[in-house]
Protein backbone atom coordinates (compact mmCIF):
# COMPACT_ATOMS: atom_id res chain seq x y z
CA UNK A 1 0.00 0.00 0.00
CA UNK A 2 2.62 2.52 0.86
CA UNK A 3 4.16 1.61 -2.48
CA UNK A 4 1.05 2.08 -4.75
CA UNK A 5 0.75 5.62 -2.44
CA UNK A 6 4.11 6.57 -3.31
CA UNK A 7 3.67 5.90 -7.21
CA UNK A 8 0.45 7.72 -7.09
CA UNK A 9 2.29 11.13 -5.45
CA UNK A 10 5.09 10.50 -7.84
CA UNK A 11 7.37 10.06 -5.01
CA UNK A 12 9.15 6.57 -6.66
CA UNK A 13 12.41 6.80 -4.80
CA UNK A 14 15.72 5.44 -7.07
CA UNK A 15 18.04 5.23 -3.39
CA UNK A 16 17.61 1.55 -3.42
CA UNK A 17 18.02 0.42 -6.99
CA UNK A 18 20.02 -2.80 -7.38
CA UNK A 19 23.05 -2.80 -9.44
CA UNK A 20 22.55 -4.52 -12.89
CA UNK A 21 25.44 -7.52 -13.29
CA UNK A 22 24.24 -9.29 -16.11
CA UNK A 23 25.59 -8.51 -19.51
CA UNK A 24 22.56 -7.87 -21.69
CA UNK A 25 21.32 -5.87 -18.87
CA UNK A 26 24.05 -3.32 -18.43
CA UNK A 27 24.22 -3.23 -21.96
CA UNK A 28 20.52 -1.75 -22.06
CA UNK A 29 21.01 0.82 -19.49
CA UNK A 30 24.23 2.05 -21.28
CA UNK A 31 22.38 2.53 -24.41
CA UNK A 32 19.45 4.81 -22.16
CA UNK A 33 22.33 6.82 -20.76
CA UNK A 34 23.86 7.71 -24.36
CA UNK A 35 19.86 8.31 -25.25
CA UNK A 36 19.41 10.51 -22.38
CA UNK A 37 22.90 12.49 -23.06
CA UNK A 38 22.18 12.72 -26.45
CA UNK A 39 18.77 14.51 -25.69
CA UNK A 40 20.45 16.87 -22.94
CA UNK A 41 22.84 18.08 -25.58
CA UNK A 42 20.62 18.72 -27.89
CA UNK A 43 17.94 20.90 -25.66
CA UNK A 44 21.24 22.37 -24.35
CA UNK A 45 22.71 23.80 -27.52
CA UNK A 46 19.13 25.50 -28.40
CA UNK A 47 18.27 26.59 -24.72
CA UNK A 48 21.83 28.08 -24.87
CA UNK A 49 21.47 29.97 -28.37
CA UNK A 50 18.27 31.24 -27.08
CA UNK A 51 19.45 31.94 -23.99
CA UNK A 52 22.38 34.47 -25.46
CA UNK A 53 20.63 35.89 -28.04
CA UNK A 54 17.51 36.92 -25.22
CA UNK A 55 19.95 37.89 -22.63
CA UNK A 56 22.06 40.15 -25.42
CA UNK A 57 18.59 41.96 -26.48
CA UNK A 58 17.36 42.51 -23.06
CA UNK A 59 20.88 43.55 -21.57
CA UNK A 60 20.27 40.80 -18.88
CA UNK A 61 23.30 39.13 -17.62
CA UNK A 62 21.10 36.58 -15.79
CA UNK A 63 20.17 35.25 -19.25
CA UNK A 64 23.79 35.21 -20.88
CA UNK A 65 24.54 33.63 -17.75
CA UNK A 66 21.99 30.83 -17.84
CA UNK A 67 23.29 30.42 -21.57
CA UNK A 68 27.02 30.06 -20.93
CA UNK A 69 25.71 27.23 -18.35
CA UNK A 70 24.09 25.27 -21.01
CA UNK A 71 26.84 25.52 -22.84
CA UNK A 72 28.79 24.45 -19.85
CA UNK A 73 26.44 21.80 -19.66
CA UNK A 74 26.43 20.31 -23.31
CA UNK A 75 30.44 20.09 -22.48
CA UNK A 76 29.51 17.65 -19.44
CA UNK A 77 26.72 15.67 -21.27
CA UNK A 78 29.75 15.44 -23.94
CA UNK A 79 31.92 13.86 -21.94
CA UNK A 80 29.52 11.48 -20.33
CA UNK A 81 28.62 10.31 -24.00
CA UNK A 82 32.47 9.77 -24.88
CA UNK A 83 32.51 7.78 -21.79
CA UNK A 84 29.34 5.42 -22.95
CA UNK A 85 30.40 5.35 -26.93
CA UNK A 86 32.94 2.60 -26.13
CA UNK A 87 31.42 -1.00 -26.50
CA UNK A 88 33.29 -2.64 -24.01
CA UNK A 89 32.63 -2.41 -20.09
CA UNK A 90 36.28 -2.12 -19.37
CA UNK A 91 37.57 0.51 -21.58
CA UNK A 92 34.16 2.86 -20.19
CA UNK A 93 35.19 1.89 -16.59
CA UNK A 94 38.73 3.14 -17.80
CA UNK A 95 37.15 6.72 -18.79
CA UNK A 96 34.86 6.83 -15.91
CA UNK A 97 37.32 9.01 -13.47
CA UNK A 98 38.42 10.97 -16.51
CA UNK A 99 34.65 12.08 -17.07
CA UNK A 100 34.35 13.02 -13.55
CA UNK A 101 37.34 15.10 -13.30
CA UNK A 102 35.80 17.25 -16.06
CA UNK A 103 32.39 17.26 -15.01
CA UNK A 104 33.66 18.46 -11.83
CA UNK A 105 36.09 21.14 -13.99
CA UNK A 106 33.06 21.64 -15.20
CA UNK A 107 31.18 22.65 -12.25
CA UNK A 108 33.53 24.75 -11.05
CA UNK A 109 33.74 26.63 -13.59
CA UNK A 110 29.97 27.16 -13.67
CA UNK A 111 30.17 28.42 -10.01
CA UNK A 112 32.98 31.03 -11.03
CA UNK A 113 31.43 32.48 -13.54
CA UNK A 114 27.41 33.01 -11.77
CA UNK A 115 29.96 34.04 -8.56
CA UNK A 116 31.29 36.87 -10.71
CA UNK A 117 28.28 37.56 -12.81
CA UNK A 118 26.34 37.92 -9.78
CA UNK A 119 28.97 40.21 -7.82
CA UNK A 120 29.09 42.32 -10.73
CA UNK A 121 25.47 42.78 -10.93
CA UNK A 122 24.82 43.68 -7.28
CA UNK A 123 27.60 45.97 -6.92
CA UNK A 124 27.01 47.75 -10.20
CA UNK A 125 22.97 47.95 -9.67
CA UNK A 126 22.85 46.33 -13.25
CA UNK A 127 18.87 46.15 -14.11
CA UNK A 128 17.68 44.00 -17.02
CA UNK A 129 15.22 44.66 -19.51
CA UNK A 130 11.61 42.48 -19.61
CA UNK A 131 12.28 39.44 -21.29
CA UNK A 132 9.49 37.44 -22.56
CA UNK A 133 11.35 35.07 -24.54
CA UNK A 134 13.67 34.58 -21.37
CA UNK A 135 10.63 33.94 -19.37
CA UNK A 136 9.55 31.09 -21.33
CA UNK A 137 13.03 29.70 -21.67
CA UNK A 138 12.74 29.50 -18.03
CA UNK A 139 9.62 28.06 -17.66
CA UNK A 140 10.52 25.20 -20.68
CA UNK A 141 13.52 24.34 -18.51
CA UNK A 142 11.80 24.48 -15.67
CA UNK A 143 9.66 21.11 -16.76
CA UNK A 144 11.80 19.27 -18.87
CA UNK A 145 14.93 19.19 -17.33
CA UNK A 146 13.74 17.63 -13.57
CA UNK A 147 12.51 14.44 -15.91
CA UNK A 148 16.18 14.03 -18.20
CA UNK A 149 17.79 14.32 -14.70
CA UNK A 150 15.78 12.01 -12.95
CA UNK A 151 15.69 9.51 -15.44
CA UNK A 152 19.83 10.06 -16.24
CA UNK A 153 20.45 9.33 -12.31
CA UNK A 154 18.29 5.87 -12.54
CA UNK A 155 19.94 4.78 -15.13
CA UNK A 156 23.70 5.49 -13.28
CA UNK A 157 22.80 4.32 -10.28
CA UNK A 158 21.97 1.26 -11.71
CA UNK A 159 24.92 0.91 -13.60
CA UNK A 160 26.88 2.07 -10.67
CA UNK A 161 28.46 5.03 -13.14
CA UNK A 162 29.84 7.67 -10.72
CA UNK A 163 29.91 9.97 -14.26
CA UNK A 164 26.41 9.19 -15.23
CA UNK A 165 25.19 10.27 -11.74
CA UNK A 166 27.40 13.33 -11.89
CA UNK A 167 25.73 14.38 -14.71
CA UNK A 168 22.37 14.04 -14.14
CA UNK A 169 23.11 16.31 -10.80
CA UNK A 170 24.66 19.12 -13.37
CA UNK A 171 21.41 18.61 -15.27
CA UNK A 172 19.30 18.97 -11.85
CA UNK A 173 21.37 21.93 -11.07
CA UNK A 174 20.64 23.71 -14.06
CA UNK A 175 16.36 23.31 -12.92
CA UNK A 176 17.40 25.09 -9.79
CA UNK A 177 18.94 27.92 -12.28
CA UNK A 178 15.96 28.11 -14.41
CA UNK A 179 14.35 28.40 -11.15
CA UNK A 180 16.32 31.46 -10.18
CA UNK A 181 16.50 32.90 -14.02
CA UNK A 182 12.26 32.49 -13.59
CA UNK A 183 11.65 34.25 -9.96
CA UNK A 184 14.39 36.64 -11.00
CA UNK A 185 13.19 37.68 -14.32
CA UNK A 186 9.16 37.64 -12.84
CA UNK A 187 9.87 39.91 -9.84
CA UNK A 188 12.61 42.34 -11.99
CA UNK A 189 9.60 42.82 -14.28
CA UNK A 190 6.53 43.03 -11.21
CA UNK A 191 7.92 44.61 -8.73
CA UNK A 192 11.58 45.86 -10.32
CA UNK A 193 13.61 44.19 -7.53
CA UNK A 194 16.35 43.72 -9.46
CA UNK A 195 18.63 42.57 -6.88
CA UNK A 196 16.93 39.36 -6.37
CA UNK A 197 18.28 37.15 -9.22
CA UNK A 198 22.18 38.06 -8.76
CA UNK A 199 21.04 37.23 -5.11
CA UNK A 200 19.79 34.02 -5.50
CA UNK A 201 22.01 33.01 -8.02
CA UNK A 202 24.57 32.69 -5.86
CA UNK A 203 23.26 30.24 -3.39
CA UNK A 204 23.33 27.94 -6.87
CA UNK A 205 27.00 28.88 -6.95
CA UNK A 206 27.41 27.19 -3.57
CA UNK A 207 25.22 24.20 -4.20
CA UNK A 208 27.91 23.54 -7.82
CA UNK A 209 31.32 24.18 -5.57
CA UNK A 210 29.51 21.32 -3.15
CA UNK A 211 28.26 18.71 -6.10
CA UNK A 212 31.96 19.63 -8.42
CA UNK A 213 33.70 18.66 -5.25
CA UNK A 214 32.01 15.72 -4.86
CA UNK A 215 32.34 14.87 -8.42
CA UNK A 216 35.93 15.18 -7.82
CA UNK A 217 36.40 13.06 -5.54
CA UNK A 218 34.23 10.16 -7.11
CA UNK A 219 31.68 10.47 -4.21
CA UNK A 220 28.94 11.02 -6.42
CA UNK A 221 27.85 6.95 -6.65
CA UNK A 222 30.73 4.36 -6.46
CA UNK A 223 28.82 1.48 -7.18
CA UNK A 224 30.77 -1.72 -7.85
CA UNK A 225 28.96 -4.38 -10.17
CA UNK A 226 28.29 -7.90 -8.41
CA UNK A 227 30.49 -9.55 -11.03
CA UNK A 228 33.55 -7.57 -10.12
CA UNK A 229 33.69 -9.10 -6.68
CA UNK A 230 36.24 -12.10 -6.28
CA UNK A 231 35.21 -15.20 -7.11
CA UNK A 232 33.06 -17.57 -4.63
CA UNK A 233 31.66 -13.85 -3.20
CA UNK A 234 28.04 -12.38 -3.88
CA UNK A 235 27.49 -9.22 -2.91
CA UNK A 236 23.73 -8.55 -1.51
CA UNK A 237 21.07 -7.40 -4.60
CA UNK A 238 20.99 -4.33 -3.34
CA UNK A 239 24.58 -3.35 -2.92
CA UNK A 240 26.32 -0.88 -4.32
CA UNK A 241 29.86 -0.18 -2.39
CA UNK A 242 28.93 3.70 -1.79
CA UNK A 243 31.67 5.87 -0.44
CA UNK A 244 31.27 8.26 2.47
CA UNK A 245 28.48 10.81 2.23
CA UNK A 246 27.32 8.66 -1.08
CA UNK A 247 23.36 8.46 -1.28
CA UNK A 248 22.69 6.36 -4.31
CA UNK A 249 22.11 3.38 -1.94
CA UNK A 250 19.49 4.80 0.30
CA UNK A 251 21.63 3.52 3.45
CA UNK A 252 24.04 5.15 5.85
CA UNK A 253 27.16 3.66 4.08
CA UNK A 254 28.10 0.71 2.43
CA UNK A 255 29.76 -0.61 5.20
CA UNK A 256 26.39 -2.43 6.51
CA UNK A 257 26.53 -4.18 2.59
CA UNK A 258 26.57 -8.16 3.21
CA UNK A 259 28.66 -10.50 0.93
CA UNK A 260 28.24 -14.11 1.05
CA UNK A 261 30.62 -16.57 0.67
CA UNK A 262 29.73 -19.83 -1.19
CA UNK A 263 31.80 -22.05 1.86
CA UNK A 264 28.95 -21.65 4.18
CA UNK A 265 25.43 -21.96 1.60
CA UNK A 266 23.64 -22.53 5.08
CA UNK A 267 21.60 -19.93 7.09
CA UNK A 268 22.61 -19.78 9.92
CA UNK A 269 23.38 -16.58 11.65
CA UNK A 270 26.19 -15.17 14.45
CA UNK A 271 25.31 -13.70 17.54
CA UNK A 272 25.16 -9.90 15.55
CA UNK A 273 22.59 -10.94 13.24
CA UNK A 274 24.51 -11.68 10.20
CA UNK A 275 24.65 -15.02 8.42
CA UNK A 276 27.53 -17.62 9.09
CA UNK A 277 30.30 -17.81 5.91
CA UNK A 278 29.13 -13.92 5.66
CA UNK A 279 31.52 -10.83 6.30
CA UNK A 280 30.93 -6.68 6.16
CA UNK A 281 32.97 -4.58 3.64
CA UNK A 282 35.64 -2.82 5.03
CA UNK A 283 38.13 -0.32 4.00
CA UNK A 284 40.61 -2.85 2.57
CA UNK A 285 37.51 -4.02 0.06
CA UNK A 286 35.30 -7.36 0.38
CA UNK A 287 38.09 -9.51 0.90
CA UNK A 288 38.69 -7.85 4.45
CA UNK A 289 36.46 -8.75 7.35
CA UNK A 290 35.47 -5.93 10.08
CA UNK A 291 36.80 -6.36 13.72
CA UNK A 292 34.43 -8.07 15.81
CA UNK A 293 32.70 -5.93 18.43
CA UNK A 294 32.60 -2.75 16.06
CA UNK A 295 31.27 -1.59 12.86
CA UNK A 296 33.12 -1.66 9.36
CA UNK A 297 34.77 1.21 8.04
CA UNK A 298 32.90 2.59 5.10
CA UNK A 299 35.05 0.85 2.23
CA UNK A 300 36.92 3.86 0.11
CA UNK A 301 35.93 2.72 -3.60
CA UNK A 302 37.34 5.20 -6.69
CA UNK A 303 34.62 6.26 -9.34
CA UNK A 304 34.18 3.15 -11.53
CA UNK A 305 36.87 0.84 -9.57
CA UNK A 306 36.00 -2.18 -7.42
CA UNK A 307 37.76 -1.27 -4.41
CA UNK A 308 40.86 -3.32 -2.79
Known amino acids: MAALTDRLAGRISTSRLPVATDTERRSRLARRVRLLVAATI ?59 RIIATSFFALAAYVTVESLRALIGGDQAAHSTVGLV ?13 YAQRRAGRQLGSASAVADSKQTLLCTY ?41 GDACCAVPVAQLPDGRVAAPDACGCGPGCDCCGRESSAERIVSSDRDPGNRTTGRGIPAGRTR ?19 SCAAGSPPG
Open 137 to 149: LAALSLAVMPGLS
Open 177 to 217: LSGVLLVGLAVNSLFGWWWADPLAALVIAAVAVKEGWEAWQ
Open 281 to 299: LSRGGPGRAASPGRSAPTP
Open 42 to 100: TYNVVEAVVAIAAGAGASSTALIGFGLDSVIEVSSAAVVAWQFSASDHAVREAREKVAL
